[in-house]
């Protein structure tokens, strides 16, 4: 395992960059929740955010795909971009985004429909299938993504909401998946989860790093350690820190970096 | 290990026993209230069911009616026009049902030798044009035919035969009504010409100032009309104006402003919407439509709906807040529109919610009176609806279940005010009961697909 992961840094250092972001900063109404944060993620790469709560990761992570434009109160400032693209550019329109950006939270949240619905709704409204059996492919293609097939296969019209927590997240990743989006957003994702259906969620993110690139949020620092290519520590509205994660967790430069990985702040 | 003394768990402490009072004093409290409202809730049923259930039922006397031609149609033009318009010159009606009356009785070998022909008309209802002249004129064969016949018993008689007149002296009789004749009564009684039958025609008859023959058809079908109107209007602007204040609007001082005001206009008493109503009616008679809506279902419904609104409104805005936000996220993480969020997802889970909100707000639409008096739901007894009751079902006048229980209980005949008002009233709770049921099950079958 070390090994593979040694090597996967190895080459991920060669990933074109996907996000960028440049002198972000977040208000709600008057408190400053960002304050100028410079990041560049590259593609086809695990990065995790981590950080004390109030710290900002979450809030930076939904204006990856601008949900923060549901609050209303919230300003975003600064530029980010994808793909070489001002994502809060007034041309682009949100909705376009977030097929592209797909997003996981925290808490599972299947919609109240059968496991099939779920998974096709999202093909459903950007129009990606084009007959019935397309859609099934999508359906299929999207439940195996999300390392969940082989437990729903022969129940795809039973209630969403009547699986387990783990894989009711893990059908959540498929629903997320099925739009074909490029980036995946992952908001502590395990934190509902047991320690066996949050070794599943973790193989599966693993596995997603081919395809996608996946930025997520966590709590957990052996998560960050064990998932992630690069690591993220925001503090206060700071990112204080950002590098391999091998060397934010061995070596950090930062001293509050050290304080927080070693236990003694946060 | 600490200073504080022993103390045994098998004796009770002060503070406890304390707490354990009050405790069962508010217990007993509650058990008393609750008493109360079952005592109340039981003589409520009681004074309505004991004079509502037995006013569904009729004395009838059975005659042998003769369509005497003579009197029909003394011209003998067999014209049905010619029958229709003259018989509106008098009551001849009742020479004819006295004549058939007398026959009946001399039939069963009672004499009436002592009884002039209003003597023996007083007895029945004996004023029903539509049962002598209208049925000649649909069908002509019906001349100097006898044809057996129940006619209602007149309603100072139906309370002699229910008992309420004995042991009352001469003087204080009904007028028109003396010994002799409730000899003759009890005569046919026991020649078994007189029955007591259940009143179908009360669920379709028009309004009456006579108990005997007087219905609630137009109410039922105004009150159901009105139903419709409100749950249109006050339906389709209630859930939008929810959906738009709770998923779209921005929170300002003025939408503040705006929902403090759908609360209070729920807390509006309903005679002011009735005002509001009458005076929109006054306002279209000097714009030159005359009555046109007057004391139609249309305008009740409007005035209704304004009424409800406030209600689904709120009801809905709850509905739609209690969806958890986890699946508004959900929907708009997977690209879906705002628009596409509210109506495949919101609002399918607000469903159960805003149904019973809107039935609840109709229940209460049908059970109110005040405005609907105001706006001359009470003006009319509704023959015209009936006589067309698709097409002139929201723009002829018409009464409303709750008016019709007013109009019943300002009558001045006893048995109406008593009775009749009572059975209008048990209608309208049975509606309403049915309408809870509805809602209760709509709610389940909703609630049960997850």
Excluded at chain 1, 46 to 62: M, N, W
Excluded at chain 2, 96 to 120: P, Q, V, W, Y
Excluded at chain 2, 380 to 402: F, H, K, V
């Amino acid at each position: 395992m070390k090994d593979t992961t040694e090597t996967d840094r190895a080459m991920s250092t060669q990933n074109d960059v996907k996000i960028s972001a440049k002198g972000v900063q977040v208000y709600y109404d008057k408190n400053q929740a960002i304050k100028d944060v410079d990041v560049e993620i590259e593609g086809r790469t695990v990065t995790a955010f981590i950080g004390p709560s109030g710290c900002g990761k979450s809030t930076f992570l939904r204006c990856l795909n601008r949900m923060n434009d549901t609050i209303s109160i919230c300003r975003v400032e600064g530029d980010i971009l994808i793909d070489g693209e001002d994502i809060y550019d007034p041309r682009v329109d949100p909705v376009q985004l977030r097929a592209k950006v797909g997003m996981v939270f925290q808490k599972p949240n299947p919609f109240p429909k059968s496991i099939y619905d779920n998974v096709a709704y999202g093909p459903k409204i950007h129009g990606l299938a084009k007959s019935k059996a397309d859609l099934d492919d999508i359906v299929e293609k999207a439940l195996r993504r999300g390392a969940i097939w082989d437990e729903v296969k022969d129940r795809l019209h039973a209630p969403g909401t009547g699986l387990s927590g783990g894989q009711q997240q893990r059908l959540c990743i498929a629903r997320a998946v099925a739009t074909e989006p490029e980036v995946l957003l992952m908001d502590e994702p395990c934190s509902a989860l047991d320690p066996i259906a949050t070794a599943q969620v973790e193989e599966l993110i693993d596995e997603l790093r081919s395809d996608y690139t996946v930025v997520i949020v966590t709590h957990s620092m052996q998560q960050a350690a064990r998932v992630s290519q690069k690591t993220a520590f925001f503090h206060l509205g700071n990112l204080v820190e950002y590098g391999d994660t091998d060397k934010i967790f061995t070596n950090p430069e930062d001293p509050r970096t050290e304080s927080y990985i070693s236990g003694r702040i946060g | 290990m600490s200073d504080t003394p022993h103390t045994s768990l098998y004796v009770r402490s002060a503070n406890v026993a304390k707490r354990n009072r009050a405790g069962n004093t508010l217990r007993y409290l509650g058990l008393g209230a609750i008493s109360l409202v079952l005592l109340f809730l039981a003589v409520l049923l009681w004074s309505i069911l004991s004079r509502g259930v037995p006013a569904f039922y009729q004395y009838q006397a059975q005659i042998e009616l003769f369509y005497d031609a003579e009197t029909l149609d003394p011209d003998g033009t067999l014209d049905p026009e010619e029958i229709g318009s003259r018989s509106l010159r008098s009551g001849y009606e009742r020479g004819i049902f006295a004549d058939s009356l007398r026959a009946t009785l001399e039939g069963n070998g009672i004499n009436t030798e002592e009884f002039k022909d209003k003597d023996l008309s007083n007895l029945i209802y004996a004023a029903n044009r539509r049962d002598v002249r209208d049925s000649v004129v649909e069908n002509l064969d019906l001349l100097d035919q006898t044809v057996p016949f129940n006619v209602p018993i007149a309603s100072p008689v139906t309370r002699y035969l229910s008992g309420e007149l004995a042991g009352v002296d001469r003087s204080s009789m009904p007028p028109g009504i003396d010994r002799a004749q409730l000899d003759l009564i009890d005569q046919m009684v026991e020649a078994g010409l007189i029955e007591q039958k259940f009143r179908w025609n009360f669920f379709s008859n028009v309004y009456s100032q006579s108990g005997e023959i007087a219905g609630i058809g137009p109410a039922l079908m105004g009150s159901a009309y009105m139903m419709l109107v409100v749950l249109v209007f006050s339906l389709i602007f209630g859930v939008a104006a929810s959906i738009y204040l709770e998923e779209f609007a921005p929170k300002n001082r003025l939408t503040d402003f705006i929902e403090i005001n759908i609360a209070n206009l729920a807390a509006v008493p309903s005679i002011v919407f009735g005002i509001l109503g009458a005076a929109i009616l006054i306002t279209l008679k000097n714009l030159g439509f005359g009555d046109s809506i007057r004391g139609t279902a249309l305008m009740g419904g409007i005035v209704l709906s304004l009424m409800t609104l406030p209600t689904i409104v709120i009801a809905t805005r709850a509905a739609l807040k209690a969806v958890p936000p986890s699946i508004r996220d959900a929907a708009l993480g997977v690209g879906a529109s705002k628009i596409q969020t509210v109506f495949h997802h919101t609002l399918p889970l607000a469903a159960p919610g805003i149904l019973t909100g809107t039935i609840i707000g109709i229940a209460q639409a049908l059970g109110e009176t005040a405005p609907l008096l105001l706006i001359g739901l009470s003006v009319s007894t509704g023959a015209e609806l009936l006589s067309s009751p698709l097409t002139g079902g929201l723009l002829e006048q018409t009464q409303s279940m709750p008016t019709a229980v007013y109009l019943f209980s300002q009558n001045q005949d006893t048995p109406v005010r008593e009775g009749l008002a009572q059975s209008a009233i048990i209608v309208m709770l049975v509606l309403l009961f049915a309408l809870n049921l509805f809602a209760i099950i709509l709610r389940r079958r909703f609630e049960r697909r997850w």
